[in-house]
């Protein structure tokens, strides 16, 4: 996973720091990440709610984005897909071997500044590319892979493995996490300056308008008067589906478990219900905003998008006191577990319930408009990339307008 290369300073690199650097009011931004595949979640997500913002807010950044895909390929409208091996039981994601073929695709795109969204080839790809032009590289941090080592490994895998992620991020002219827990394991790990900047959610497209509660009950043959929860993602171990499906059987028949986008690989229980991956960013909203409460079981999540959208949509969210959700959940748009087991779960729902969930539904998504709208992430983003590259463009209109 480690690069050769000594870590990377901007001052050995000659970036400017201001804006009153380069005069070039144009500027060229590549994104690459392998965690980007059809039926992929926050990271996705993420990169094409910047693409449509940039194009709206920032027209004089070309955006590209730098993925694995079945054939090396370009859409026409800024993505280009390198060839990687798809992986086993890997829900589409790819895995690219060849670290010389990326950093060629990288280079040849011309960047001003390249984001990295993993620790992989594409990730070591871009540090190699960035020396080659001599441009900054930004590594964003989606994932925990000391904890995915404990989880899927054993604990005694979490230090080398968190070593070795450390080492790579610490390359990056900058490091962003998508919440200040990530950004604390990354500080703890010796990558100093980690920065986290939580991520945003669009708040139009998932807003409680789009919900039917009534036909998505009669959908699912769900009772009127059962409580219906929802987790949207993928069945990955790390999510803990067993945990909610234990605690929904612990609360009996008054409650109703919905799994969107886990299918086959939710665990089985007459408690729960599993639908295929939803594409329609649209469908999914109109899934979120007819159910009665979101729940997330997963301890170390980065960040976890879903619940952001969850909230925009107006429920209240079931979470633990730990990781990336308990840093955006409180009392106030919630419930927090105290760990993530079914009978402490369990405790939480009812907890939720003997409250006032309507109430606290319309307050996450209050919250939802005023602290996490994408403009607010992204312009901090663009403060971030202006600092590192000294490029007007990736500063407000007015200041383009002006200069």
Request: include cysteine; glycine fraction near 10%.
């Amino acid at each position: 996973m480690t690069d050769t290369r000594s870590d990377r300073t901007l001052s050995s690199r000659g970036f400017s720091s201001s804006l009153t650097g380069p005069t070039d009011d144009g500027a060229r931004l590549v994104d690459t990440t392998m965690l980007y595949a059809p039926r992929s979640g926050g990271v996705r997500r993420y990169l094409s709610s910047k693409r449509a913002w940039f194009a709206a807010n920032r027209p004089a950044v070309r955006h590209t984005l730098v993925v694995p895909g079945a054939r090396d390929s370009y859409d026409g409208r800024g993505r280009v897909s390198i060839y990687a091996a798809p992986l086993p039981f890997g829900a589409g994601y790819r895995w690219p071997m060849v670290k010389a073929a990326w950093m060629e695709r990288l280079i040849r795109q011309r960047p001003d500044i390249i984001e990295a969204g993993d620790p992989y080839t594409p990730g070591l790809a871009a540090l190699r590319a960035g020396d080659a032009l001599g441009v900054p590289v930004v590594g964003f941090c989606h994932t925990d892979l000391g904890r995915l080592a404990a989880l899927h490994i054993g604990e005694w895998a979490e230090k080398p493995v968190q070593k070795r992620w450390a080492a790579v991020y610490r390359q990056f002219d900058q490091a962003v996490a998508p919440s200040r827990f990530i950004a604390g394991r990354l500080i703890e790990a010796g990558v100093q300056n980690a920065i986290g900047l939580p991520l945003g959610v669009d708040t139009e497209l998932f807003k409680p308008s789009r919900g039917d509660r009534d036909a998505l009950r009669r959908r699912l043959g769900v009772s009127p008067d059962e409580r219906l929860l929802v987790f949207a993602g993928r069945p990955a171990r790390e999510k803990k589906l067993e945990v909610l499906v234990g605690a929904v059987e612990r609360l009996g028949h008054t409650y109703k478990l919905l799994f969107v986008g886990a299918g086959g690989g939710a665990p089985v229980s007459d408690r729960a219900i599993a639908l295929d991956y939803v594409r329609d960013p649209v469908e999914l909203a109109g899934v979120l905003a007819s159910c009665d409460a979101f729940v997330h079981a997963n301890d170390s999540e980065a960040f976890g998008l879903v619940v952001l959208e969850a909230m925009a949509c107006g429920l209240p969210i079931v979470g633990v006191a730990a990781g990336g959700v308990g840093e955006t959940v409180d009392d106030e748009v919630g419930q927090l577990a105290a760990r993530s087991e079914p009978a402490a779960f369990a405790e939480a729902i009812e907890a939720l319930f003997a409250r006032d969930p309507a109430a606290i539904g319309a307050a996450a998504r209050r919250r939802a408009v005023e602290r996490h709208g994408w403009d607010v992430v992204f312009r901090q983003l663009c403060g971030i990339y202006a600092g590192l590259t000294g490029l007007r463009a990736f500063g407000p209109l007015a200041a383009l307008r002006d200069h």
